[in-house]
């Protein structure tokens, strides 16, 4: 599926359409570039999912948990064995867990099969291309 949301409000719907399909066990990868959308679609995404929590890049802490979603974000890793030593095969082995990584080039070995992959295109200001593999 592909989308174009013309402003944060159309980001937050799909966001909450997203949100019914998901189910715990799922490893959603979000790649695209700086300021294209992949923190502001989790954060969206998170409140979606029932959590009241103020979701924030966790860049510098590289993990984040909320509830039973975990957020990961691999922007600052630069090797396989520092995504190794984060201990992502124990998030992704997490049945009850929701996992959002951002910046997921480095995991692909790591991740499942079923990951759902999300990609993010800046437009403009206010606009962004947004293509969602399909969700099982």
């Known amino acids: 599926m592909e989308v174009i949301t013309n402003s944060t409000k159309e980001t937050k719907d799909l966001a909450e359409r997203l949100a019914k399909d998901i189910k715990p066990g799922v490893t959603l990868a979000l790649y695209g570039d700086l300021g294209s959308g992949k923190t502001t679609f989790t954060r969206f995404l998170v409140e979606a999912l029932g959590s ?6 966790p860049t510098f802490v590289v993990a984040r948990k909320y509830k039973n979603i975990n957020h990961i974000d691999l922007y600052r ?3 396989k064995e520092e995504v190794r030593d984060i201990g992502i095969e124990e998030f992704l082995s997490d049945k009850e867990g929701i996992n959002i990584i951002e910046w997921p080039e480095l995991a692909e070995e790591f991740l499942p099969k079923d990951t759902v992959r999300i990609y993010f295109e800046y437009v403009d200001d206010e ?10």
């Open 52 to 57: 009241d929590a103020r979701v924030q890049s």
């Open 77 to 79: 890793l630069t090797t």
């Open 127 to 136: 606009k962004r291309k947004i293509r969602i593999q399909d969700i099982n």
